[in-house]
């Protein structure tokens, strides 16, 4: 804590049925050697034994720092779960965390050193290794870059070197207050009662994307820390199921998602550059599909409709955004990368 009692972490963990992972994620909590942080729980109408578990829990005791837990009674989504938490909390740096990663002991040790050797950076990014009935060596994250249909890639063969990146991975970013508040959605582009970081149009997938990105349009940039390690059950909360066995709504999801972070946040010249891929994407998923999961294959098509009742919605943030920004379509551009293995 500084002087006035602000901590330095502010931990947002977003829960829904994952108690088990919930107790691992907590328990590599109460092991950081920095003790400058702050823990908000939020339940997101879990069915499962967690609204039960945290009732009798004592959950600033069981990490040893301030803890707040948020009960919702219903599934508002990841980007409006996060953001209750985010709302809620006081710290300097924001880590909206999956329940299904495991923090170092010395992670948020390492950050601090790392925001003193790179006081200009607005976002960390963690070296992710697979979880996988245990710790392992295997790196699967060392940041992230965008691709050019708007998905991200991460780059596997510099993973020791400390360096710029387009934003960290999405399952345990960290976000310097000031920049967080600079590029959030504000109600009078949304027509919310609230403000936004994550945008809560997009309930789950892409969000990540979608931040990272107005953050670097707003000239807010990121450096990856091989230095902060945590392990990530990938897809731990889906029992790691692949993109084509997700369920229609989801797939249908993703697809308006990109649609909507292209529109609203790319300049000109790269929207024109991204276009033929963006726009493409459903109908390349839909002849994928049409092979792994017939009774899908149309979800893709549907999210163009779901993109097109956003649209007035999307055009006010885009409005609000490009009047705002300080990079320009090059510099944006220059994030995208053709090569690496997919997070």
């Known amino acids: 804590m500084n002087a006035r009692g602000v901590p330095t972490f502010s931990i947002t963990i977003l829960n829904w049925n994952s108690r088990a992972l919930l107790e691992q994620c907590l328990a590599a909590l109460a092991a950081q050697t920095c003790r400058s942080f702050e823990l908000i729980v939020v339940d997101n109408g879990s069915k499962d034994d967690s609204a039960a578990w945290l009732?009798?829990?004592?959950?600033?005791?069981?990490?040893?720092?301030?803890?707040?837990?948020?009960?919702?009674?219903?599934?508002?989504?990841?980007a409006a779960g996060m953001n209750t938490g985010m709302r809620a909390?006081?710290?300097?740096?924001?880590?909206?965390l999956n329940v299904d990663v495991f923090l170092a002991p010395d992670f948020l040790e390492q950050a601090i050193t790392a925001v003193r050797r790179h006081p200009e950076a607005a976002m960390l990014g963690a070296r992710v290794?697979?979880?996988?009935?245990?710790?392992?060596?295997?790196?699967?994250?060392?940041?992230?870059?965008?691709?050019?249909?708007?998905s991200i890639v991460t780059q596997l063969d510099d993973a020791g070197d400390e360096r710029a990146v387009f934003g960290p991975a999405g399952c345990c970013p960290l976000f310097r207050r000031d920049a967080l508040e600079a590029a959030r959605l504000e109600p009078a582009w949304t027509h919310g009662s609230v403000p936004e970081f994550y945008d809560e149009q997009y309930f789950a997938y892409g969000e990540d994307v979608d931040l990272y990105l107005r953050l670097q349009l707003l000239g807010f940039g990121c450096v990856y820390v091989p230095a902060m390690t945590c392990w990530h059950v990938h897809s731990g909360t889906q029992d790691g199921i692949r993109w084509h066995e997700k369920d229609a709504a989801t797939i249908r999801r993703v697809a308006a998602n990109v649609h909507c972070t292209w529109l609203k946040n790319c300049p000109a010249k790269m929207l024109a550059l991204l276009a033929p891929r963006v726009l493409l994407a459903p109908f390349a998923m839909c002849a994928a599909l049409l092979v792994r999961a017939p009774?899908?294959?149309?979800?893709p098509i549907a999210a163009v409709m779901d993109a097109l009742q956003r649209l007035p919605r999307t055009l006010r943030i885009r409005r609000a955004l490009q009047a705002r920004?300080?990079?320009?379509?090059?510099?944006?551009?220059?994030?995208i990368h053709h090569r690496g293995s997919r997070q």
């Open 55 to 78: 009732a009798r829990t004592d959950v600033a005791a069981l990490v040893a720092a301030p803890a707040k837990v948020i009960m919702l009674d219903h599934n508002t989504g990841f």
């Open 89 to 96: 909390s006081a710290g300097q740096w924001l880590m909206p």
């Open 129 to 150: 290794l697979r979880h996988l009935n245990g710790p392992t060596d295997d790196v699967i994250c060392t940041g992230v870059w965008l691709a050019s249909h708007l």
């Open 325 to 335: 920004r300080v990079r320009g379509a090059d510099e944006l551009i220059n994030f």
């Open 295 to 299: 009774g899908k294959c149309l979800a």
